[in-house]
């Protein structure tokens, strides 16, 4: 929603003023369709041949983004802690029985619970994967935690692509309006031998191409580039999450100081209250007996 307002407001705002000193948007309207042509035209293409398809798909999905905010809500971190209790709950007791839950995630009692987690394959693959490794004796917790911290950069560098992406364009859009710009002046300069006010509406169509450049790049590409950006880095803190714990957790703390260790690491507008989650965890304990 408040994507939705900052845009309206950047129209409302730079055409308000413009047309408050007096502007006319004649002129604007007239040239609008054709620099939209040439400056939009050229900064898809150049989009397309600086990324292969699935970038592509990626960028156009996570543009969304701007609109929905993060993926994982406080809930879900809450979620998230009472689930990771569950398991190491289960696995201090019977390391033969959380097989049965991180084997087979799907058809798992306890990650049923949970369907937004378990919709996310990277995040359940990182809990499977890391208390399989633990089960396997491989269970040194600087090297887990490595491993784990390589891995989530990795998929923070993926995620990040789509921000990169949008960067670039919103680079090179204010180039891309001089170019426009240019070839209006060139136009004009085509009919010299015109009276002033014709050619000064040639100068002004060439323009739009300059200020439509910058107002795309400034207003909206940009935004939308640190927008996703944001979130991204936002939803990655879910992530770090699962490591906190599972690390803790090689550690050979009890379950519950796990899960501490990871509300006291979760952010502080995402962290539930430590009242909250004892009831959270109060009811895992009840379905657990």
């Not at 519950?256 to 959270?280: D, K, M, W, Y």
């Given at each position: 929603?408040i994507?939705?307002?900052?845009i309206?407001?950047i129209?409302?705002?730079v055409f308000?003023?413009?047309?408050?000193?007096?502007?006319k948007?004649?002129?604007?309207i007239?040239?609008l369709?054709?620099?939209?042509?040439?400056?939009?035209?050229?900064?898809v293409?150049?989009f397309l041949i600086s990324?292969?398809?699935?970038?592509?798909k990626?960028?156009?999905?996570?543009?969304?983004?701007?609109?929905?905010?993060?993926?994982?809500?406080?809930?879900?971190?809450?979620?998230?802690?009472?689930?990771?209790?569950?398991l190491?709950?289960?696995?201090?007791?019977?390391?033969?029985?959380?097989?049965?839950?991180?084997?087979?995630p799907?058809?798992s009692?306890i990650?049923?619970?949970?369907?937004?987690i378990l919709?996310?394959?990277e995040a359940?693959?990182?809990?499977?994967?890391?208390?399989?490794?633990?089960?396997?004796?491989?269970d040194?917790?600087?090297?887990?935690?490595e491993v784990?911290e390589k891995?989530?950069?990795?998929?923070?560098?993926?995620a990040?692509?789509s921000?990169?992406?949008?960067?670039?364009?919103?680079?090179?859009?204010?180039?891309?309006?001089?170019v426009a710009?240019?070839?209006?002046v060139?136009?004009?300069?085509?009919s010299?031998?015109?009276?002033?006010e014709?050619?000064?509406?040639?100068i002004?169509?060439?323009l739009?191409g300059?200020?439509?450049?910058?107002?795309l790049a400034?207003?909206?590409?940009?935004?939308?580039?640190?927008?996703?950006?944001s979130?991204?880095?936002?939803?990655?803190?879910?992530?770090?999450?699962?490591?906190?714990?599972?690390?803790?957790n090689l550690h050979?703390?009890?379950?519950?100081?796990?899960?501490?260790v990871?509300?006291?690491?979760?952010?502080?507008h995402f962290?539930?209250g430590?009242?909250?989650?004892?009831e959270a965890?109060?009811?895992?304990k009840?379905?657990?007996?």
């Amino acid at each position: 929603m408040i994507g939705i307002v900052g845009i309206a407001t950047i129209f409302v705002m730079v055409f308000g003023g413009y047309l408050a000193a007096g502007g006319k948007m004649g002129i604007i309207i007239k040239s609008l369709p054709f620099e939209m042509m040439m400056i939009g035209g050229a900064a898809v293409g150049a989009f397309l041949i600086s990324n292969d398809m699935g970038g592509v798909k990626h960028t156009i999905k996570d543009i969304g983004k701007v609109f929905k905010g993060p993926k994982w809500k406080p809930d879900d971190y809450r979620d998230l802690l009472c689930l990771l209790f569950a398991l190491i709950r289960i696995q201090k007791a019977n390391p033969v029985e959380v097989e049965q839950h991180i084997e087979d995630p799907e058809n798992s009692a306890i990650f049923n619970k949970y369907p937004k987690i378990l919709g996310d394959k990277e995040a359940v693959n990182l809990i499977s994967d890391t208390m399989r490794s633990a089960s396997m004796n491989y269970d040194d917790p600087h090297q887990v935690e490595e491993v784990l911290e390589k891995r989530i950069e990795a998929n923070m560098h993926h995620a990040l692509h789509s921000s990169h992406a949008l960067q670039a364009i919103a680079d090179g859009l204010p180039a891309l309006g001089i170019v426009a710009a240019v070839l209006g002046v060139i136009k004009t300069m085509a009919s010299i031998d015109q009276p002033p006010e014709v050619l000064g509406t040639l100068i002004g169509g060439a323009l739009v191409g300059t200020f439509l450049g910058v107002f795309l790049a400034y207003g909206f590409f940009g935004p939308f580039a640190g927008k996703v950006k944001s979130v991204v880095e936002e939803d990655g803190h879910f992530y770090q999450l699962i490591r906190e714990v599972l690390v803790a957790n090689l550690h050979n703390h009890a379950a519950a100081i796990c899960i501490e260790v990871g509300r006291q690491n979760t952010p502080s507008h995402f962290r539930p209250g430590f009242s909250e989650l004892e009831e959270a965890l109060k009811s895992v304990k009840q379905d657990a007996a």
